[in-house]
């Protein structure tokens, strides 16, 4: 990982390489034009200078894109820069060699000037092809892995500049000697100085790593090509497409600009190297402050800015007549603060959006947009229009040469000001995807204490074994652009099961969604822990995660609202340790896969993204033949049991509780009734112990007798009316999101509102783990379980209309564009998670009601999900639409009423009941933990809470239990984050309305029943 000031030593290497190469292309870009001038005694000049471009420029492209994808191939840079100077070197000192005098005794009979040219041509595509190598392909990406966004304009600021400060060093220190004609000391200086720098450069970079790439050496080179990629970089590519414009539109003038402003204009000596002096020095300065102000500010937006700067600077240049110095000087300096600056800018984009490790690359492919269009394409644009509008000819022992044309600079312009095509769509792409951008909050100022197996108790209360080993604790952690297995974690390590945007993982990262999280950990079993197959549970990873042993690839899991086991028996080879590598993806709201109340652009009643590995993985090994599944469900009335017990081979299970004991089939529906059974319930919450023995494998599960079942408008606990006294529990923790800190937690919250005198939590939008319905069971708190929602971005209309019209629930969800359900891979996600909770949770007394969807969201054929959940399980009360878009054939009249008047406006054929009302708020400042707080209706203190509460309760709610009220459910048991409508702040310290005063209101409802 890249770390955010750049060292010294970097600095060093950034400019003296950098500085190098550009006086290497300096050479190339201009005084190679400047000598074919010089040579020149043919008057072809102009055709051979965009000849040499033209060829330098493809030359440039394929050697950066074949030797930038074999950098990336072996995972070096260093030998390529280092060799690759010292060739280019010699190669430029070459130029030294040619002169007219040795053409024409070598070729007596062939115009001497064009041979020369010819020969310039030739040699230009050898140093091309050594100074790609080296400079495009090799230092660029060097830089590029080496510098990170929060410095990234800084950097390219002064990069950016070197190529004029590399022409004023030559125009100062050795322009003297093309004018005098040395060009073969001229090139011995410069093609020795590079030498010199190559031999440098071996020790000035530093020592890479041994570690080749695993993908082919043509998938390199062609996956900048594919369609998919162009897709997934659709900024990248369109920013390229701004580059190709600015860069044909530079290459009209560039290529003639000293000769431009020597001959076209008439500056010569003093005037001269004034002119052109003082445009290059202040033109980089100013490029410098811009670059550093990108850093700053949003360099998508200052692209136009600086892009009208450039344009006023071409257009002065334009009525810049002959001699006119002081006008040449202000229009150069504005075209060149513009010219430099807006390379800074784009540089900088195409950097930032460089896939990682892919920088070699990529290189290649920016040079085609970069280098290889402009250059083919401009010097002839710009050869043409002075050929067409002559400014003027220049005569040299005999031979007339045309100038360049002022017109030069007008078709510049006409060209440049296509660029603004390709702006608006790389500022529109960016602002979009601003909002995928992660906006959760991070709490770094808070101690947490955390054991060093955290959850580390037995996580699976309805089927115990003997045999487990928690994998929870600390484990290697990287977070990169790419999906490729890479070992060197650089000793980061992240605390599991917490999602890395918490405090608890240590980690304290929001995940973006072009983000990977490598996770691994060395697996040590215990000896002769291995029974026959070994098992790892995976309770919960947020949201794509592939999951690798030994370096084998073994599944694809897709969703992060379900748990999931994998046999690893085949792949370890009865070997006592093993690697367990994970990688994560998670797009969290930009995904139409289940998300919850997790969004990237989080706030209100939307929370920060929980990614990675935020539930206990843990190992098992069971026999050959082991049982599968228990399910245990109450035949209250026949004072019976429905008894499954699911093995992977169908044979006789024996069953034992209480003094009973039963040999029964295998994966078939036993019952057994007449049995003399205790009762669970609210005030007696007893819970049955069962074991099970099928072959070897010794399990032990427990269930409730109870029935819960609605009987005209009135909802049944045992064949007694009770009335649903609840709370929405979010389910969030402070400092560690959807996971909590300990066991503890879970238990805390659940005897503090039977404390308080409620029986029921809501378990909103979320699955929890299996000991906090344990501890539902034992004490006796019943639970509304909703199936946490999914698609992809809510539409406004749909939600704004059922919130603020949620009496007209008739909407047809098969319409599954209105209700964000078009994906179908997330409809059948739902499905799944949706069997996962029903038959996780099947042996759980606690849990009543199932919430299917909630206010819409991803709502979708609510009548047959309806109809399939009761088929798998009839046991429980569906509330199928809860708060909005209920079709008609809901089990309760479910409604949320935060604004309008709680009344009961249903003729009572059904149960009615406040499935979310009140959201009462008050912010406690030492116990907020928000940017911005939220509530459905603000209190400035506890006493005027208490006040606002009591009257809701006393005035309302306990009223229309006379009229029929079957439950309700306020919103909530704590603070989240923005969110401070809870009973509790999100820490769990202080509760914000009386406790005496609660207790008092749910006295008087308890007394209703």
């Given at each position: 990982?890249?770390?955010?000031?750049?060292?010294?030593?970097?600095?060093?290497?950034?400019?003296?390489?950098?500085?190098?190469?550009?006086?290497?292309?300096?050479?190339?870009?201009?005084?190679?034009?400047?000598?074919?001038?010089?040579?020149?005694?043919?008057?072809?000049?102009?055709?051979?200078?965009?000849?040499?471009?033209?060829?330098?420029?493809?030359?440039?492209?394929?050697?950066?894109?074949?030797?930038?994808?074999?950098?990336?191939?072996?995972?070096?840079?260093?030998?390529?820069?280092?060799?690759?100077?010292?060739?280019?070197?010699?190669?430029?000192?070459?130029?030294?060699?040619?002169?007219?005098?040795?053409?024409?005794?070598?070729?007596?009979?062939?115009?001497?000037?064009?041979?020369?040219?010819?020969?310039?041509?030739?040699?230009?595509?050898?140093?091309?092809?050594?100074?790609?190598s080296?400079?495009?392909?090799?230092?660029?990406?060097?830089?590029?892995?080496?510098?990170n966004?929060?410095?990234?304009?800084?950097?390219?600021?002064?990069?950016?500049?070197?190529?004029?400060?590399?022409?004023?060093?030559?125009?100062?220190?050795?322009?003297?000697?093309?004018?005098?004609?040395?060009?073969?000391?001229?090139?011995?200086?410069?093609?020795?100085?590079?030498?010199?720098?190559?031999?440098?450069?071996?020790?000035?970079?530093?020592?890479?790593?041994?570690?080749?790439?695993?993908?082919?050496?043509?998938?390199?080179?062609?996956?900048?090509?594919?369609?998919?990629?162009?897709?997934?970089?659709?900024?990248?590519?369109?920013?390229?497409?701004?580059?190709?414009?600015?860069?044909?539109?530079?290459?009209?003038?560039?290529?003639?600009?000293?000769?431009?402003?020597?001959?076209?204009?008439?500056?010569?000596?003093?005037?001269?190297?004034?002119?052109?002096?003082?445009?290059?020095?202040?033109?980089?300065i100013?490029?410098?402050?811009?670059?550093?102000?990108i850093?700053?500010?949003?360099?998508?937006?200052?692209?136009?800015?600086?892009?009208?700067?450039?344009?006023?600077?071409?257009f002065?240049?334009?009525?810049?007549?002959?001699?006119?110095?002081?006008?040449?000087?202000?229009?150069?300096?504005?075209?060149?603060?513009?010219?430099?600056?807006?390379?800074?800018?784009?540089?900088?984009?195409?950097?930032?959006?460089?896939?990682?490790?892919?920088?070699?690359?990529?290189?290649?492919?920016?040079?085609?947009?970069v280098?290889?269009?402009?250059?083919?394409?401009?010097?002839?644009?710009?050869?043409?229009?002075?050929?067409?509008?002559?400014?003027?000819?220049?005569?040299?022992?005999?031979?007339?040469?045309?100038?360049?044309?002022?017109?030069?600079?007008?078709?510049?312009?006409?060209?440049?000001?296509?660029?603004?095509?390709?702006?608006?769509?790389?500022?529109?792409?960016?602002?979009?995807?601003?909002?995928?951008?992660?906006?959760?909050?991070?709490?770094?100022?808070?101690?947490?204490?955390?054991d060093?197996?955290?959850?580390?108790?037995?996580p699976?209360?309805?089927?115990v074994?003997?045999?487990?080993?928690?994998?929870?604790?600390?484990?290697?952690?990287?977070?990169?652009?790419?999906?490729?297995?890479?070992?060197?974690?650089?000793?980061?390590e992240?605390?599991?099961?917490?999602?890395?945007?918490?405090?608890a993982?240590?980690?304290?990262?929001?995940?973006?969604?072009?983000?990977?999280?490598?996770?691994?950990?060395?697996?040590?079993?215990?000896?002769?822990?291995?029974?026959?197959?070994?098992?790892?549970?995976?309770?919960?990873?947020?949201?794509?995660?592939?999951?690798?042993?030994?370096?084998?690839?073994?599944?694809?899991?897709?969703?992060?609202?379900?748990?999931?086991?994998i046999?690893?028996?085949?792949?370890?080879?009865?070997?006592?340790?093993?690697?367990?590598?994970?990688?994560?993806?998670?797009?969290?709201?930009?995904?139409?896969?289940?998300?919850?109340?997790?969004?990237?652009?989080?706030?209100?009643?939307?929370?920060?993204s929980?990614?990675g590995?935020?539930?206990?993985?843990?190992?098992?090994?069971?026999?050959?033949?082991?049982?599968?599944?228990?399910?245990?469900n109450?035949?209250?009335?026949?004072?019976?049991?429905?008894?499954?017990?699911?093995?992977?081979?169908?044979?006789?299970?024996?069953?034992?509780?209480?003094?009973?004991?039963?040999?029964?089939?295998?994966?078939?529906?036993?019952?057994?009734?007449?049995?003399?059974?205790?009762?669970?319930?609210?005030?007696?919450?007893?819970?049955?112990?069962?074991?099970?023995?099928?072959?070897?494998?010794?399990?032990?599960?427990?269930?409730?007798?109870?029935?819960?079942?609605?009987?005209?408008?009135?909802?049944?606990?045992?064949?007694?009316?009770?009335?649903?006294?609840?709370?929405?529990?979010?389910?969030?923790?402070?400092?560690s999101?959807l996971?909590?800190?300990?066991?503890e937690?879970?238990?805390?919250?659940?005897?503090?509102?039977?404390?308080?005198?409620?029986?029921?939590?809501?378990?909103?939008?979320?699955?929890?783990?299996?000991?906090?319905?344990?501890?539902?069971?034992?004490?006796?708190?019943?639970?509304?379980?909703?199936?946490?929602?999914?698609?992809?971005?809510?539409?406004?209309?749909?939600?704004?209309?059922?919130?603020?019209?949620?009496?007209?629930?008739?909407?047809?969800?098969?319409?599954?564009?209105?209700?964000?359900?078009?994906?179908?891979?997330?409809?059948?996600?739902?499905?799944?998670?949706?069997?996962?909770?029903?038959?996780?949770?099947?042996n759980?007394?606690?849990?009543?009601?199932?919430?299917?969807?909630?206010?819409?969201?991803?709502?979708?054929?609510?009548?047959?999900i309806?109809?399939?959940?009761?088929?798998?399980?009839?046991?429980?009360?569906?509330?199928?639409?809860?708060?909005?878009?209920?079709?008609?054939?809901?089990?309760?009249?479910?409604?949320?009423?935060?604004?309008?008047?709680?009344?009961?406006?249903?003729?009572?054929?059904?149960?009615?009941?406040?499935?979310?009302?009140?959201?009462?708020?008050?912010?406690?400042?030492?116990?907020?933990?928000g940017?911005?707080?939220?509530?459905?209706?603000?209190?400035?203190?506890?006493?005027?809470?208490?006040?606002?509460?009591e009257?809701?309760?006393?005035?309302?709610?306990?009223?229309?239990?006379?009229?029929?009220?079957?439950?309700?459910?306020?919103?909530?048991?704590?603070?989240?984050?923005?969110?401070?409508?809870?009973?509790?702040?999100?820490?769990?310290?202080?509760?914000?309305?009386?406790?005496?005063?609660?207790?008092?209101i749910?006295?008087?409802?308890?007394?209703?029943?």
């Amino acid at each position: 990982m890249n770390n955010n000031k750049i060292s010294i030593r970097k600095w060093i290497s950034f400019i003296l390489i950098g500085l190098t190469g550009q006086l290497a292309w300096a050479v190339e870009n201009m005084y190679l034009n400047k000598f074919i001038f010089y040579l020149d005694n043919s008057g072809s000049y102009m055709t051979l200078i965009s000849i040499t471009v033209a060829l330098s420029a493809i030359t440039a492209c394929l050697t950066t894109l074949f030797i930038g994808a074999l950098s990336d191939k072996i995972n070096k840079r260093k030998i390529f820069i280092a060799v690759g100077y010292i060739l280019w070197g010699l190669s430029t000192a070459s130029f030294g060699l040619i002169n007219t005098n040795n053409i024409h005794q070598a070729f007596p009979l062939i115009n001497a000037g064009m041979m020369a040219g010819i020969l310039v041509i030739i040699l230009d595509c050898v140093m091309t092809f050594f100074g790609s190598s080296a400079n495009d392909a090799s230092f660029n990406s060097y830089v590029t892995r080496e510098v990170n966004k929060e410095n990234r304009g800084k950097v390219e600021g002064v990069l950016s500049i070197l190529p004029l400060v590399a022409m004023l060093i030559i125009f100062v220190g050795l322009n003297s000697l093309t004018d005098n004609g040395k060009w073969d000391i001229f090139f011995y200086i410069i093609g020795g100085f590079v030498f010199i720098v190559g031999i440098i450069s071996f020790f000035l970079l530093p020592k890479e790593s041994n570690k080749k790439k695993e993908e082919s050496y043509l998938r390199f080179i062609k996956d900048g090509f594919s369609i998919k990629t162009i897709k997934e970089n659709k900024i990248l590519y369109i920013t390229f497409i701004a580059f190709m414009i600015y860069g044909i539109s530079t290459q009209v003038f560039f290529p003639y600009l000293i000769i431009y402003f020597q001959y076209s204009l008439g500056f010569s000596g003093l005037d001269f190297m004034l002119a052109l002096g003082l445009i290059l020095v202040i033109g980089s300065i100013l490029s410098v402050i811009y670059g550093i102000l990108i850093d700053k500010f949003n360099k998508y937006i200052m692209i136009i800015p600086i892009t009208i700067i450039f344009m006023i600077g071409l257009f002065l240049l334009i009525f810049v007549n002959k001699g006119n110095l002081v006008f040449a000087i202000i229009s150069g300096i504005i075209m060149m603060s513009g010219y430099i600056s807006l390379g800074t800018n784009l540089n900088s984009i195409v950097r930032d959006l460089i896939p990682s490790n892919k920088e070699g690359s990529f290189m290649g492919i920016r040079m085609i947009f970069v280098v290889m269009i402009p250059m083919c394409t401009g010097p002839f644009i710009g050869e043409a229009i002075s050929k067409a509008f002559p400014f003027g000819t220049y005569e040299d022992l005999g031979v007339v040469k045309a100038l360049p044309s002022n017109k030069i600079w007008l078709f510049s312009l006409l060209i440049l000001l296509l660029i603004f095509i390709p702006i608006i769509f790389i500022i529109h792409l960016n602002n979009k995807n601003k909002d995928n951008k992660n906006k959760g909050l991070l709490y770094k100022d808070i101690d947490i204490n955390i054991d060093d197996i955290p959850l580390k108790e037995y996580p699976r209360k309805t089927l115990v074994r003997d045999s487990y080993l928690s994998l929870n604790g600390k484990w290697d952690i990287a977070i990169r652009k790419d999906k490729i297995l890479n070992y060197n974690f650089n000793n980061k390590e992240v605390i599991v099961p917490y999602a890395i945007e918490t405090k608890a993982s240590k980690v304290n990262h929001l995940l973006e969604i072009d983000e990977y999280i490598h996770y691994h950990k060395l697996v040590t079993l215990p000896k002769n822990f291995n029974k026959g197959k070994v098992i790892i549970n995976f309770e919960g990873i947020d949201q794509i995660s592939e999951i690798y042993i030994n370096n084998i690839f073994i599944e694809k899991h897709i969703g992060g609202y379900d748990r999931f086991s994998i046999d690893v028996t085949p792949f370890i080879n009865n070997l006592n340790q093993f690697d367990l590598y994970i990688i994560v993806s998670d797009s969290t709201s930009e995904s139409s896969l289940t998300k919850g109340k997790q969004a990237l652009s989080r706030g209100g009643i939307w929370y920060t993204s929980s990614s990675g590995i935020y539930k206990p993985i843990w190992i098992e090994s069971i026999p050959i033949n082991y049982i599968k599944d228990i399910k245990i469900n109450p035949l209250y009335d026949k004072k019976g049991v429905s008894i499954l017990v699911k093995t992977n081979i169908d044979d006789y299970a024996y069953i034992k509780f209480l003094s009973y004991y039963y040999k029964i089939p295998t994966n078939k529906e036993y019952i057994i009734e007449n049995l003399d059974l205790p009762t669970w319930d609210i005030d007696n919450p007893n819970l049955i112990d069962v074991e099970v023995k099928f072959y070897n494998d010794l399990v032990h599960t427990y269930f409730g007798f109870r029935k819960i079942e609605i009987k005209g408008s009135n909802i049944y606990l045992n064949n007694k009316k009770i009335f649903i006294n609840g709370l929405l529990d979010q389910g969030y923790y402070y400092g560690s999101g959807l996971t909590p800190l300990s066991y503890e937690d879970y238990l805390t919250d659940i005897l503090n509102i039977k404390h308080l005198g409620f029986n029921t939590l809501r378990v909103h939008i979320k699955e929890e783990l299996d000991l906090f319905y344990y501890y539902c069971d034992l004490n006796g708190i019943l639970v509304i379980q909703d199936i946490p929602n999914g698609g992809s971005k809510y539409k406004n209309y749909t939600m704004i209309r059922g919130g603020l019209l949620p009496f007209i629930k008739k909407k047809n969800d098969h319409n599954y564009k209105a209700f964000s359900r078009e994906d179908k891979e997330s409809r059948i996600e739902y499905v799944k998670i949706l069997n996962n909770i029903l038959s996780n949770l099947n042996n759980h007394p606690s849990v009543i009601i199932y919430t299917l969807f909630n206010e819409g969201w991803g709502q979708f054929d609510s009548k047959t999900i309806y109809e399939y959940a009761k088929s798998i399980d009839k046991n429980r009360i569906y509330d199928v639409c809860s708060g909005w878009y209920d079709n008609g054939f809901n089990e309760i009249y479910s409604i949320h009423s935060y604004f309008y008047p709680l009344k009961i406006y249903k003729k009572l054929d059904k149960p009615f009941l406040f499935t979310e009302f009140g959201g009462y708020s008050l912010k406690l400042n030492d116990h907020f933990y928000g940017n911005k707080d939220f509530g459905y209706k603000k209190f400035k203190s506890i006493d005027k809470l208490t006040l606002a509460y009591e009257k809701l309760f006393k005035k309302k709610i306990i009223p229309l239990i006379d009229k029929g009220l079957s439950g309700v459910i306020y919103t909530q048991l704590n603070d989240v984050e923005d969110e401070v409508n809870g009973l509790y702040t999100f820490d769990r310290k202080i509760l914000k309305v009386k406790q005496d005063k609660i207790i008092e209101i749910n006295d008087l409802i308890n007394k209703k029943y």
